[in-house]
């Protein structure tokens, strides 16, 4: 199978993984020691070693937690959809890859660990379904997050234009892994295939509903997907980028319908 990491790490043959770089600090720097357990626990240590040092659980607080969590998560998952189909070809490499640095916009040391993650999880004995289903267990309480996630997925998982059936049979799971309303997969696979937005899809509302009960369903999402909602309840700081583009489509697609029903 092609490896993630030959494409930048001959740039960055300088960093190791004893280099504690500001999101590690931030988010990651103790999960060995605190030892989050299950997958995402496993993957950190195989990816980290002991290197980081150790410190107590006490020491971090449940949004370090689950942004670390979601971080890895993502990744995690990420690798575990490009194999589906039972090896991962150069063209998901490259994808991959160009979501790092340009959708995402990593420096290179995230770049670095985020790519480290992908090629752990490829290869590794855990399923795509045991990485989501226990950032679900950590994110239970913020379901905003799970749904940022799941877009995430999709939007990797569709960058070429084509689903495949294996990635379709995964992301179609996600919904029941994360207790999410069942239509969301269609929901989602309508907006990323024909790359048109429905403003009454974006909002989860219905034609048949009144402005004032569309109003109230808005008003509730814009407070719940305000990016610094998302990034208090575990969303990466590094993914605030895609955190603003939900708010924006929430408030256009409000905007759209309200000038619909004029």
Sequence with gaps: FLNLQV?????????????????????????????????LGGILGA??????GSQSKQSFSSNQRNQAAF???????????????????????????SFIKDRFNFPPE????AIQIFNQAKDDSYSFQDYATQLASLLSQNKNSLIMFYELLFELAMADGVLHPSEEQLLKEVPNIFNLRSDLFEELKTKFNNQTSDAYLALGVTKDMSLAEIKREY???RREFHPDTLISKG?????????????IEIQQAYEEIEKQRK
Excluded: W
Excluded at 47 to 52: E, P, Q, R, T
Excluded at 79 to 91: F, L, P
Excluded at 110 to 113: P, T
């Design 235 to 247: 969303l990466p700081e590094e993914l605030l980028e895609k955190a603003k583009e939900k708010f």
């Design 219 to 221: 008003q509730k999402k």
């Design 71 to 97: 971080f890895t998560a993502l990744f995690a998952c990420l690798a575990k959809i490009a194999k589906a189909d039972g090896m991962v070809s150069r063209e998901e490499v490259d994808k991959v890859d």
């Design 7 to 39: 494409l930048v790490l001959y740039k960055f043959n300088f960093i190791t993984i004893g280099f504690i770089m500001s999101f590690l600090n931030s988010a990651l720097g103790g999960m060995l020691g605190f030892a989050i357990g299950g997958p």
């Design 110 to 113: 995230q770049r670095l660990f």
């Design 47 to 52: 990816v980290l070693g002991s290197k980081l």
